[in-house]
């Protein structure tokens, strides 16, 4: 059974950072595309990071120099440290596996809360 785990979610105050874990098993990662997207109340689910079985990252502009996605695939785990975070980025973050934000993916998490107060 295939399952990805997200974890490192909490509160934090505007400014402070917070590092989100998925742990990944049943399947090995290495090969797929893996991204965090996130969803704030009534608001559609957007991307937020994505990087490629190869490294290759991208971001989206609103957190551009404040977050970093990475990839350990020696233990299947995704990361996205988040730093000098806003209010803004209050929302549901979820880790995503084995596709591409364009085109949809096979595998989501079930999601970690991060809620930033001012």
């Known amino acids: 059974q295939v399952q990805l785990v997200e974890s490192g979610g909490g509160s934090v105050q505007a400014g402070g950072s917070l590092r989100l874990s998925c742990a990944a098993s049943g399947y090995i990662f290495s090969s797929c595309g893996m991204g965090w997207h996130r969803q704030a109340p009534g608001k559609e689910r957007e991307l937020v990071s994505y990087?490629?079985?190869?490294?290759?990252?991208s971001y989206t502009d609103s957190v551009k120099g404040r977050f970093t996605i990475s990839r350990d695939n020696a233990k299947n785990t995704l990361y996205l440290q988040m730093n000098s975070l806003k209010t803004e980025d209050t929302a549901v973050y979820y880790c995503?596996?084995?596709?591409?934000?364009?085109?949809?993916?096979?595998?989501w998490g079930q999601g970690t809360q991060v809620t930033v107060s001012s």
């Open positions: 990087v490629t079985s190869d490294g290759t990252t």
């Open positions: 995503a596996a084995c596709g591409h934000y364009r085109f949809g993916y096979k595998y």
